[in-house]
Antibody, heavy 117, light 106 residues
């Protein structure tokens, strides 16, 4: 059974940093593109960043480039999102997503990040 | 950026009725479009990919059609568990979502 379990969410002040982790199991993690997708409270979905199986290619939405960094450790079956310069508008549930041809076929339960003073 | 516009914003229907949801792209996305279902407090679930292919385990009452800029998700006969929010997503140029259509009880 495919499982994606996020951790690392919480309350952070504006301008602060946070690192989200996602532990994957039930599939060959090193063979898949992986992504982070977020959802602000009561709002729609926004694709944040993606990374190729080897971890050598990443891409992210323009508004987050330079602030958010996606990475992975295939030996640990783990995906990460390093977030810095956090803003109030970054408050959201962040989902770890396994990609299937750039669609999300499996999603974690989400990690809530709240940016507030 | 490719903008996806979903309509209607809300669809009020009864169980057993047919639901027709629309997604329009600001430029052609070929058939690189997916549909997701999201229930309150849950992660989205992939229903349809590449416009018309059902994902693993998705019931046959869900079907997708369209290409280019106009797409449709059809639920042939609504079951109680189908009342949820539905999103379309394109992968032609980066990845963007529509704003969602809520299917609610009439």
């Amino acid at each position: 059974e495919v499982q994606l379990v996020e951790s690392g969410g919480g309350l952070v002040q504006p301008g602060g940093s946070l690192r989200l982790s996602c532990e994957a199991s039930g599939f060959s993690f090193s063979g898949y593109w992986m992504s982070w997708v977020r959802q602000a409270p009561g709002e729609g979905l926004e694709w944040v960043a993606c990374i190729n199986p080897a971890g050598s290619t990443t891409n992210s939405v323009d508004s987050m480039k330079g602030r958010f960094t996606i990475s992975r450790d295939n030996a640990k079956n783990s995906l990460y999102l390093q977030m810095s310069g956090l803003r109030v508008e970054d408050t959201a549930v962040y989902y770890c997503v396994r990609e299937f041809w750039a669609f999300g076929d499996y999603w974690g339960q989400g990690a809530l990040v709240t940016v507030s003073s | 950026e490719i903008v996806l516009t979903q309509s209607p914003a809300t669809l009020s229907l009864s169980p057993g009725e047919r639901a027709t949801l629309s997604c329009r792209a600001s430029q052609s996305v070929s058939n690189y479009l997916a549909w997701y279902q999201q229930k309150p407090g849950q992660a989205p679930r992939l229903l349809i990919y590449d416009a018309s292919n059902r994902a693993t385990g998705i019931p046959a009452r869900f079907s997708g059609s369209g290409s280019g800029t106009d797409f449709t998700l059809t639920i042939s006969s609504l079951e109680p568990e189908d009342f949820a929010v539905y999103y379309c997503q394109q992968r032609s140029n980066w990845r963007t979502f529509g704003q969602g259509t809520k299917v609610e009880f009439k």
